[in-house]
């Protein structure tokens, strides 16, 4: 029989089953992440957005280091204070604290190499659905290549651009662990993202993957630290932009990014064991870690999520100091992508610090390998070439519409062989 025919037929436009899925900010489950389409497009890309409403008790917290105002959970008091200044590890002080589990001990699945560092692999890669239309005068990226159609589920929030109005962003950071039998962590990456592109964007699923893979971690929030711009290195666009451009990608193609500022809005360069204090602080200390199924609170265990290159420049001397390289991968621990032409493992086996600290140091394999570098898109924007499918429509609408990077004085030379040999 024609279905149509039936008394029960509902025409699939009016069939409420038939509507798109509500927009949701929770970290996606094992399936493919449904792609938010419909947007904006007609709208100026940086268009403040009202900071979405929260949903959880909340009381205003004084920090006396930094003098800031800051959210503040009640029941915070659970997880003792880990103090934010840099300390030596003590055994005695880690043993019991989940923050603190080195991953041999939360791992559920792993492959220890005979060396002993952990690899895990990525199982699954994802595709964002970017559907892409043009209109539009452009001088300098072609009006095809900034038409926008991604949604925005939230609207796309806007930090403060000083520190007197900064806020630590946790709309997205998960508000209970949903397995109770896991240990909850939370993902840092640092960097310039002068712009942010794809490849920043995939190393956090990579990560994500590999964590659920391998480990017994959940991750319950995935952040973005742009450095500021003391940090000085060549092609570094003005913080403000970079944040910006962060939180358009994270918005636009993420349901579980988010983009702290307050690294970027110090007023001096922040060392990066620092930065993670500073993630400790917000998430630990001040909200007391994170809530399970019987009302208490766990310790959130923060890692940094870095490229091989970063790690590499661990070994160059007078770069980091020793002191805070045991800070970072003893008390946080690190998250390591490979990168094409480096050779983590080797590295790894060769440096003291990284081979103590190794139980606390993930490799995530690239299955499907993306190099994508900033340099060159920095390069190609400033040439007027093509940087679609490299980075999100959204962030080089942005970068067009402030005329970024096409008057960079960036030495090529140095850009060629650094980058494109
Ligand atoms: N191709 C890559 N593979 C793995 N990790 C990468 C890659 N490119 C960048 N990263 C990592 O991303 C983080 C941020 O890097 P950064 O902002 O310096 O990107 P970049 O593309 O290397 O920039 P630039 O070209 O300006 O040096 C760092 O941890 C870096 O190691
Ligand atoms: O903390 C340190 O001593 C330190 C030394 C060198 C680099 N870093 C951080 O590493 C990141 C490097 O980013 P990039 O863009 O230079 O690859 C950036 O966030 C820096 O703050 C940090």
Redesign the pocket.
Known sequence: MDPTHDPNFVPPSSNPQMEPPAPSNKIPPLGPIQPYVLADYLEPIDQPAPHPSKDHKVKKHHSKESGLSSEHSESHSKIPRIPTELQPLSSSDSENDPREQPLSTAYSSYSQSEDGIYMASNSAARELDERVSGNGNIARVHSFQIADLEEVPHGVQRQSKSLTGYQFPSHRLATHLEDQTKYPLVVV??????P??Y??LR?FEMALDSIRESTRFEVVGGYYSP?SDNYH????APSYHRVRMCELACERTSSWLMVDAWESLQPKYTRTALVLDHFNEEINVKRGGIRTADGTYKGVKIML???????ESMGEPNVWADQDLHHILGRYGCLI????GSDVRSFLLSHDIMYEHRKNILVIT?LIY?????????LFLRRGMSVQYLLPNSVIRYIQEHNLYINDKEPVKQVMS??LD
């Open positions: 990456a640092c960097g310039s993202f002068s942010i592109t490849l920043h190393m450095v290195k060549q092609g570094l999520l870095a490229g091989g290159d970063l790690i992508v490979e990168r094409t690239q993306n190099d994508i570098s900033s340099t060159k898109v920095r650094d980058r």
